[in-house]
């Protein structure tokens, strides 16, 4: 079992040494400049966060200055005192946990379905739908805020959690990275499954589904991602502070005591804390996602 997985691990090795020659090049300086261009992208994109979890170790009055690196009053953790004792924050974050569980949940599901239907069904209609789906895509999500709105308004939604979690669930995106990949899985395979006569539901749920699982994994990881810091909508259908996701209620609180750096940077810190633990535990994933469905723009 270890020489197997050694082996493995070698091959993975070699292949993408392979695949690195193939995209910038064989030659070595090339390479050391490709690195070397990734080591100062990295770090300009680490600068902002590491200023921030700085901060947020800062003196109130000492991070409303002039930005300076080392606090100079020395290190604290009244911010994060702060900011974990207001009483409603726990709550809040409890929301964006279930907010962000049902919308990945529902949205994962529908869009399986969705893209199984046009990948591996013929119905009347579906060339117009496909059509509608992919210039949905196209269209800002802004434009559709004030129908939902009213739509919300009308069916009673508005301060539920079903008001801030349906509209999220629709994600043409979704649906057609998922086709994509549907389109792709051998028409033999499931044509043997239909003379052994399984049907449509079977097909989706015993076949599909457990062969399209590394692509599911990543799409559920970035729906997570969106929902969890998703301000708009829920800042638009909720005006209860018992209903608030985290994004909305820190900047409720923002907007009532005034800008409170320190407690900001500190706020910050712990909304990101749970995308953090998603990213260790699922950073092959994610990487693995961002390489075969293109949603590194996302």
Same mark, same amino acid.
């Given at each position: ?6 082996? =493995? ?6 292949? /993408? ?5 193939? =995209? ?9 400049? !490709?690195?070397?261009? &990734?080591?100062?992208?990295? !770090? ?41 004792? /207001? ?9 964006? &946990? ?5 919308? =990945? ?27 509608? =789906? ?13 129908? &939902? ?114 407690? /900001? ?34």
């Amino acid at each position: 079992m270890v020489a197997a997985r050694r082996s =493995t691990a070698q091959q993975t090795r070699a292949e /993408n040494r392979t695949l690195t020659k193939l =995209t910038i090049g064989p030659s070595p300086w090339v390479r050391a400049g !490709a690195l070397a261009a &990734l080591v100062v992208v990295a !770090a300009l994109w680490l600068l902002p966060l590491a200023w921030g979890a700085v901060t947020s170790f800062k003196h109130e009055a000492e991070a409303a200055l002039p930005a300076s690196w080392w606090p100079s009053q020395g290190w604290t953790l009244d911010a994060y005192r702060q900011v974990l004792g /207001n009483s409603e924050l726990l709550g809040w974050m409890w929301n964006s &946990l279930v907010v962000a569980v049902l919308v =990945t949940a529902l949205t994962v599901l529908i869009s399986a379905m969705a893209a199984f239907a046009f990948s591996q069904t013929l119905f009347k209609g579906r060339s117009l739908l496909q059509f509608l =789906t992919v210039a949905s895509i196209m269209m800002p999500g802004q434009i559709l805020i004030v129908p &939902l709105f009213k739509q919300m308004q009308a069916l009673g939604l508005v301060d539920t959690f079903a008001g801030i979690v349906l509209p999220q669930v629709v994600a043409p995106v979704m649906v057609f990275i998922l086709k994509r990949f549907f389109d792709a899985i051998p028409a033999e395979l499931l044509d043997a499954a239909r003379i052994d006569g399984a049907g449509t539901w079977r097909l989706f749920w015993t076949i599909v589904l457990p062969l399209s699982r590394s692509i599911l994994v990543a799409v559920a990881i970035f729906v997570f991602i969106g929902a969890w810091n998703n301000f708009l909508w829920p800042f638009i259908v909720t005006t209860d502070p018992q209903f608030m996701t985290l994004p909305v209620g820190l900047s409720t609180v923002k907007n009532a005591y005034g800008v409170q750096y320190a407690q /900001n940077m500190a706020s910050a810190m712990i909304a990101a804390l749970p995308l953090l633990v998603v990213f260790m535990l699922f950073q092959r994933r994610i990487v693995q996602g961002v390489a075969t469905t293109g949603m590194g723009g996302q």
